[in-house]
């Protein structure tokens, strides 16, 4: 097995830790209303799916419009 020893210059290890906090601020600043449209959009939730045919004895016509 092969290990390789990292050697970093302090110039490296400081970018390293403001790219870090850079990140950091920039998921903390997200506004609430963004989190909640993210998460909304990536939510496994099951879609409710309309009614489209009911098994019945009497011959009846349903009609509905979808406003949305």
Do not use: H, W
Request: aromatic content about 8%.
């Amino acid at each position: 097995m092969i290990i390789k020893a990292f050697k970093l210059r302090k110039q490296q290890l400081l970018l390293g830790i403001a790219i870090i906090a850079a990140f950091a601020a920039v998921i903390k600043a997200v506004p609430p209303a963004a989190k909640t449209v993210f998460n909304t959009v990536v939510a496994k939730t099951e879609r409710l799916l309309p009614i489209y045919c009911v098994q019945t004895d009497e011959p009846k016509i349903a009609i509905s419009f979808d406003a949305a």
